[in-house]
């Protein structure tokens, strides 16, 4: 069955510094999403990507964080300079094509520690 | 008001006992209706869309009311390998529409 799937599964990173965190969504999906998840908190939308460009984001997705698909199966998150408070579980969601129920399938997330 | 709320529970329940969730939402205008369950430390996984008619999936059965703006999912015969948190999550008609996920509600089933 096809998964997303999404590397590391840990980052350790010192604030300030930049992070990448990768994803493959599935393979024929068209639509793709970053959540984040603060340990003990709810799942919280960050923003969603249709066509190669951002279709939509929250409060939370400011000048700090972008979204890439630099190719054909990855799907990138940046954070340009980490604070202590973006330590979190990160899960990307991918969606097939359109249609008014959008069923996204997660992957196993990246959780994010900010020293 | 919160735009999705959820009992937090924790539901704590025997084998075999029938549970109810329910789910507010406050705008109106939201389109599409999931629960999903999420086990301790992992990601999120869908149990079921929600059907405006109401949908039924072996054991659990899913309900919407548009006019109250709440959802329900009950939980029948209740084994063991339920106990997670479950989330109810609200979105507005595209696939590229803002999605709201509640706090969730954890259940545990004892032996």
């Known amino acids: 069955e096809p998964e997303v799937t999404q590397t590391p599964s840990h980052q350790v990173t010192q604030m300030g510094q930049e992070v990448i965190l990768r994803c493959v969504p599935i393979?024929?999906?068209?639509?793709f999403y970053w959540y984040r998840q603060i340990l003990g908190q709810k799942v919280e939308f960050l923003v969603s990507?249709?066509?190669?460009?951002?279709?939509?984001k929250s409060e939370i997705f400011d000048d700090q964080f972008s979204v890439e698909r630099p190719d054909g199966s990855n799907f990138t998150l940046k954070i340009r300079s980490t604070k202590l408070e973006d330590s979190a579980m990160y899960f990307c969601?991918?969606?097939?094509?359109?249609?008014?129920?959008?069923?996204?399938?997660f992957g196993p997330g990246t959780r994010l520690t900010v020293l | 008001r919160k735009e999705v709320e959820q009992d937090p529970g924790p539901f704590n329940v025997p084998e075999g006992a029938t549970v109810a969730f329910n789910c507010t939402y406050s705008?109106?205008?939201?389109?599409?209706f999931f629960w999903y369950r999420q086990d301790c430390r992992k990601e999120p996984k869908l149990l079921m869309s929600?059907?405006?008619s109401g949908n039924e999936d072996g054991r659990f059965t899913a309900q919407l009311n548009r006019a109250s703006q709440y959802i329900s999912l009950l939980i029948r015969d209740s084994k063991l390998s339920d106990s997670a948190t479950y989330l109810c999550?609200?979105?507005?008609?595209?696939?590229?529409?803002?999605?709201?996920f509640g706090s969730g509600t954890r259940l545990s089933i004892r032996p």
């Open positions: 990507f249709y066509n190669n460009e951002i279709s939509e």
């Open positions: 929600v059907y405006s």
């Open positions: 705008n109106s205008a939201s389109q599409s």
């Open positions: 393979s024929n999906h068209l639509y």
């Open positions: 969601a991918s969606s097939p094509r359109g249609g008014q129920f959008n069923e996204q399938f």
């Open positions: 999550v609200v979105t507005g008609y595209s696939s590229a529409s803002k999605i709201i």
